[in-house]
C-alpha cells in the first residue's frame, strides 16, 4: 500500500518548506516533493542568495581596484572567477542543508524528485530511486516561478542565458546584453559589469525598473552608468541569433534606428511565469493556457449546503468557472452557473481548453461538463457562452431567513446529457409493489432541481452525485465529439434543525416531563436535544441524533409513538406508553417554540443525506443509473447514451448500468476506456455506437481515469483499482491493471 499523509507540499521554496514545517508542527502527517534536489526553492538556489553572495564578492573586487585612487597600494588585482563561483556555492550548500535540517527535526517526509497528479488525492513521484504513488488528503502547491524567454529564443545556459545561466558563466565574457530593464537583469548585469564585462542593457520601454517610483528609477539609472553599465532605451529586440564566436542581438529603436550587437553571450530577463509543467493539472480540476497567460479553474459551493442564512446574495465566485491572469495577478473573468447553491451542486469537473471550429470559424473556448447537465463552453476571452444562455424564475425558500436567487439558468444548447429534476415517470418502469412503496415516500416529498430544502420535507434530485463527476469527459479533438461518463442516480436531501438556545420557560403541564427528559435523555441527546456532548468519550456518540425537529418529521414521530421500537433502541430505559405521547406533546411545543421565535438561531444543514433507495436498497428510480453519453460540439446534439456496468435490478431482470466514478479515455481508434463503474469492471466501448468490446473485472472499483500510452510503437491502457469508503464501496483496491490495444 502507498504511504498516506494529510497534506502533500509540492515545491520546497520559501513558501513551499515554511508551509510544511507549520503544518507537521500543529501535528499534520506532512509531506514536501522538490524536483531540484535541495530545499529552499529559486531564492536559497538560484535567486536571491547566490546574487547577492556574487554582488558582494563583485563589489569587493571593483573597490579593491580602485585602491590606488585613495592612496592604497596592494600591487595586481586578479579575478579567481572559479574561486569567487566556488564560495558562492558554498553559501548556497549551508543554507538549503539547513532548510532539510529543519525538515528532519519537524518530521517532515522529505521526496526528492518530481510530483504530479494522478487525482486530486493520488500523486505520482519520479525521482532518482524510482517511481513511486503517494496518497494525500489535500495539497498544496508551491512551485515558483521560471524564466521567460523572447518568442523563438530558446535558453542554452551557455551562449543566451536566463538568470540561472548568469550565476554560474564559467569565463568572464567581453561583452554581454542584457534584455530587460527589470531588477533581476540589472542585478546580474551590475555583477559582470565590476568584473570586467562590456554590459549594454536593451529595454523597450523609456526607463528602467518598470512599477519602481520614475524619480528614484532614474537615480538608479545614474548610479549604474556610472559603474560603466551602457542603456538602448526605447529599444525593440528583432532577433537573437548564436554564431561561432558568440551572439548577434538585431535591435530597432522607436525612430526606425536598426543596430546589430555582436557580444559573448546575452542575458534575457523580461520576467518570470508560474511553473506548472507536468503537474497534471486537468486532473485536479486546473487548465493552463499558456499564451494567454490565463489559469481556468472551478469551484464548489459555499458550507452550510442547504442552508444560506448566513451567505446572503448569489455568492459569486462559487459554483463557477474562473479565469485568472498570472501576469497580473488577479481574476480575469467569472462565469456562476448555479447561484446561492442550495443543492450541492458543486462543478467538479476538470475544464478542457479546446479551439472549436463551427460553420468554418475558430472559437478559443473552455468547456466544462456539470452535475447539472451542462455542457459549458466559453470564450476563453471573455468567459461569455458561445451558445444563448436562458434564465428561468424558480421557487423561493420558505425558510425563515433564506434568500435564494429567484432566477438560475437553464441552458437549451448543448443538449442536456442528464436531468437533475425527479419526475413521477421516473418510477414508471418498476414493479407494482416498488411504485407503491415510493408513492408513500413521496407523499412528504418535494422534487425540482431548483426547489429550495424545506423543514420537514425530503427533497429528491439527482445532483447530489448525479450529472459529470470528478473526472470530467474525454475530448475527439478531430471529430469534435465529448465523452461525457454521467450518473444517474437520485438522492434525498433533508435539512436538520440544530439548536445552540435552550428554552427557559415551560408550561406547568410539561415541566414534570421536561424534568424527566434532563434526568433519562440529556445525557445522550443533550439538554437542548442537539445532541452536543464534549464529554461523552464513546466513539459511538456521533452516530446518536439531536432531537430537535423531532416531532416535524412523521417517521420520527411514529417511532416515538411506538413502544416496541422504542424500548428496542433504549433496553435500560423503562418508559411506558403514556410517557412516550408525553415525550411527544414535549417535543411537539418545544419545536414550535423554537419556530415561531425569531429571535432564537436555527440553524438547517444537510446531515440528512441519503441516496434514494428503496428497501431492497435499490435505486429508486428507473435505469439507467449510470450511463456514457456522446456529444457533438458544433451542433450541442446528444448523439447517443449507452448504460455501462453490469449490474441488475433485485427482483427484476432489468440491465441497468451503475454509477461511474472513474474516469473515461479515448484513443485514437475510437475506442472509449470506462473505469470506475459500481460492478468493479473496466470497459472497453466503440466510441461509434456506444456499444461494449470487452470488459474485466477487478478486485475493487476504480475511482480513477484510465490512461493511455506507448512503448516501442505499441499502445496500452491501464486501469487502476482504488475502491473508497468515500464512493460508498466496502473494498479497498491496490493494483493496476495494464492491457494491450494493438
Not at 526553492?41 to 581596484?65: D, M, Q, R, V, Y
Not at 600591487?75 to 564560495?87: A, H, Q, S, T
Request: aromatic fraction near 10%; charge should be positive.
Amino acid at each position: 500500500m502507498s504511504e498516506k499523509f494529510d497534506v502533500t507540499v509540492i515545491g520546497g521554496g520559501p513558501g513551499g518548506y515554511v508551509c510544511a514545517i507549520r503544518l507537521s508542527q500543529l501535528g499534520l502527517k506532512t509531506a514536501c516533493i522538490e524536483s531540484r534536489g535541495s530545499l529552499g526553492g529559486t531564492c536559497l538556489n538560484i535567486g536571491c542568495i547566490p546574487s547577492k553572495s556574487l554582488l558582494n564578492l563583485s563589489e569587493k573586487f571593483h573597490s579593491a581596484k580602485n585602491f590606488e585612487k585613495i592612496g592604497i597600494e596592494t600591487g595586481e588585482i586578479k579575478l579567481n572567477l572559479d574561486k569567487m563561483m566556488k564560495n558562492k556555492d558554498k553559501a548556497v550548500t549551508v543554507l538549503t542543508k539547513g532548510v532539510e535540517f529543519l525538515f528532519k527535526k519537524n518530521k517532515v517526509t522529505y521526496f526528492k524528485g518530481k510530483g504530479s497528479f494522478e487525482n486530486e488525492n493520488s500523486i505520482k513521484i519520479e525521482g532518482s530511486e524510482g517511481t513511486k504513488i503517494i496518497q494525500t488528503d489535500k495539497t498544496i502547491i508551491s512551485t515558483g516561478s521560471e524564466p521567460v524567454s523572447l518568442p523563438g529564443v530558446d535558453f542554452d545556459e551557455e551562449r543566451i542565458l536566463s538568470s540561472t545561466g548568469a550565476l554560474s558563466i564559467p569565463k568572464l565574457p567581453n561583452k554581454m546584453i542584457v534584455v530587460g530593464g527589470g531588477y533581476i537583469g540589472l542585478e546580474m548585469g551590475s555583477v559582470w559589469s565590476r568584473l570586467g564585462t562590456e554590459v549594454t542593457v536593451v529595454e523597450f520601454l523609456d526607463h528602467i525598473t518598470p512599477g519602481m517610483d520614475r524619480d528614484i528609477s532614474n537615480e538608479f539609472m545614474k548610479i549604474l552608468k556610472k559603474q560603466g553599465i551602457k542603456f538602448n532605451l526605447n529599444t525593440k529586440v528583432d532577433k537573437i541569433t548564436k554564431n561561432s564566436n558568440g551572439v548577434t542581438v538585431e535591435t530597432s529603436q522607436n525612430d526606425g534606428q536598426k543596430v546589430k550587437h555582436d557580444v559573448d553571450v546575452v542575458l534575457i530577463s523580461v520576467g518570470r511565469r508560474p511553473y506548472t509543467k507536468n503537474l497534471n493539472l486537468d486532473k485536479v480540476g486546473v487548465a493552463l493556457d499558456e499564451k494567454k497567460g490565463l489559469v481556468y479553474v472551478v469551484t464548489g459551493n459555499p458550507r452550510p449546503g442547504s442552508y444560506g442564512v448566513k451567505r446572503k446574495g448569489d455568492n459569486r465566485n462559487s459554483n463557477s468557472i474562473i479565469a485568472i491572469d498570472l501576469k497580473k495577478n488577479q481574476i480575469a473573468w467569472t462565469f456562476q452557473e448555479t447561484k446561492h447553491d442550495l443543492w450541492d451542486y458543486d462543478i467538479s469537473s476538470p475544464p478542457i481548453i479546446y479551439d472549436l471550429r463551427i460553420n468554418q470559424k475558430i472559437y478559443e473556448v473552455v468547456i466544462v461538463v456539470t452535475k447539472i447537465g451542462h455542457t459549458l463552453i466559453l470564450d476563453r476571452n471573455t468567459g461569455k457562452p458561445i451558445y444563448d444562455v436562458n434564465y428561468i424564475e424558480v421557487p423561493q425558500s420558505k425558510m425563515s431567513g433564506e434568500y435564494a436567487s429567484k432566477f438560475q439558468m437553464d441552458l437549451k444548447v448543448p443538449e442536456k446529457f442528464s436531468d437533475i429534476q425527479f419526475k413521477l415517470k421516473d418510477i414508471s418502469e418498476l414493479s407494482n409493489k416498488k411504485k407503491k412503496e415510493i408513492s408513500k415516500f413521496l407523499d412528504n416529498s418535494i422534487y425540482g432541481k431548483y426547489e429550495p430544502p424545506q423543514l420537514g420535507k425530503n427533497l429528491i434530485l439527482f445532483g447530489v452525485h448525479g450529472g459529470a463527476q470528478w473526472m470530467g469527459a474525454a475530448l475527439d479533438p478531430i471529430k469534435q465529439n465529448l465523452y461525457i461518463p454521467v450518473n444517474n442516480d437520485p438522492w434525498v436531501i433533508r435539512p436538520e434543525i440544530i439548536s445552540t438556545e435552550s428554552i427557559t420557560f415551560f408550561p406547568n403541564k410539561l415541566k414534570k416531563i421536561h424534568k424527566s427528559y434532563l434526568n433519562k435523555c440529556s445525557s445522550c441527546h443533550g439538554k437542548r436535544r442537539n445532541a452536543i456532548n464534549k464529554n461523552y468519550k464513546d466513539a459511538n456518540f456521533k452516530y446518536i441524533p439531536g432531537l430537535v425537529g423531532f416531532n416535524v418529521f412523521p417517521e420520527l414521530k411514529f417511532k416515538m409513538n411506538n413502544l416496541k421500537k422504542f424500548n428496542d433502541q433504549h433496553p435500560s430505559l423503562i418508559l411506558s406508553k403514556k410517557e412516550l405521547i408525553k415525550f411527544n406533546e414535549l417535543f411537539n411545543w418545544w419545536d414550535k417554540k423554537l419556530l415561531s421565535n425569531s429571535q432564537i438561531k436555527i440553524e438547517a444543514d444537510t446531515s440528512a443525506w441519503s441516496r434514494f433507495v428503496t428497501k431492497d436498497n435499490n435505486l429508486a428510480t428507473n435505469p439507467p443509473w449510470g450511463y456514457v453519453a456522446k456529444l457533438n460540439l458544433p451542433t450541442g446534439k446528444i448523439l447517443w447514451k449507452s448504460p455501462i456496468g453490469n449490474a441488475f435490478y433485485k427482483g427484476q431482470n432489468m440491465l441497468v448500468g451503475t454509477e461511474i466514478f472513474g474516469g473515461v479515455a479515448l484513443n485514437g481508434g475510437n475506442i472509449l476506456f470506462v473505469n470506475g463503474t459500481a460492478d468493479k469492471k473496466a470497459y472497453a466501448i466503440d466510441a461509434n455506437d456506444g456499444k461494449v468490446l470487452w470488459s474485466y473485472e477487478m478486485d475493487a472499483v476504480g475511482s480513477a481515469p484510465p490512461v493511455i500510452f506507448n512503448i516501442k510503437n505499441k499502445q496500452y491502457v491501464s486501469f487502476v483499482s482504488t475502491g473508497g469508503k468515500a464512493l460508498l464501496y466496502k473494498e479497498k483496491g491496490s493494483k493496476i491493471y495494464t492491457f494491450s490495444i494493438n
